[in-house]
């Protein structure tokens, strides 16, 4: 699939829940997938074509790298995203979220951050998620999740 073809498949006024895969290539620019995760977020979410939403296990997870680099500047850039991004927002793990990964760990066996990020998706109101695990799409599937998980490598 291509950049465009990705950016195609996302519906008009869908909400885009951004896995921290996607916000890492996004950063960094120069992964495999950043063309992919740029396409998506200047795109569609910084245009307004599309709201998205990032679970706060997302915010620490991106924030892991530039605080044991001891990098302030980089913890700086990835505050500033996540807190200033046009059409973007930081879901808080709430106990009905906590619930719900509960529910995808028993059924799929998936990673607690992953099933968090994942119920966050659900909660938050999402209808498709953006990352760059290609196991998404078979877990949100054995968990019942009614998302379309766009896979970024793939474009």
């Given at each position: 699939?291509?950049?465009?073809?990705?950016?195609?498949?996302?519906?008009?006024?869908?909400t885009i829940l951004?896995?921290?895969?996607?916000?890492?290539?996004?950063?960094s620019?120069?992964?495999?997938?950043?063309g992919a995760a740029?396409?998506?977020?200047?795109?569609?979410?910084?245009?307004?074509r599309n709201r998205a939403i990032v679970s706060a296990i997302t915010v620490t997870e991106a924030l892991v790298r530039p605080l044991r680099a001891g990098s302030d500047s980089a913890v700086r850039?990835?505050?500033?995203?996540?807190?200033?991004?046009?059409?973007?927002?930081i879901e808080p793990v709430t106990a009905?979220?906590?619930?719900?990964?509960?529910?995808?760990r028993a059924?799929?066996?998936a990673p607690t951050p992953d099933a968090l990020i994942l119920a966050t998706a659900g909660v938050g109101g999402a209808d498709v998620v953006v990352?760059?695990?290609?196991?998404?799409?078979r877990v949100a599937k054995r968990a019942g999740l009614s998302l379309r998980v766009e896979v970024l490598e793939a474009s």
């Open positions: 699939m291509t950049r465009a073809a990705l950016t195609d498949s996302i519906p008009d006024a869908a951004l896995d921290t895969s996607a916000l890492l290539a996004y950063l620019g120069t992964e495999r997938a950043s740029i396409a998506v977020i200047d795109g569609l979410v910084g245009s307004g850039l990835v505050e500033d995203f996540l807190l200033r991004f046009p059409n973007l927002r009905d979220i906590a619930r719900r990964a509960a529910t995808i059924v799929t066996a990352g760059n695990d290609r196991s998404w799409p």
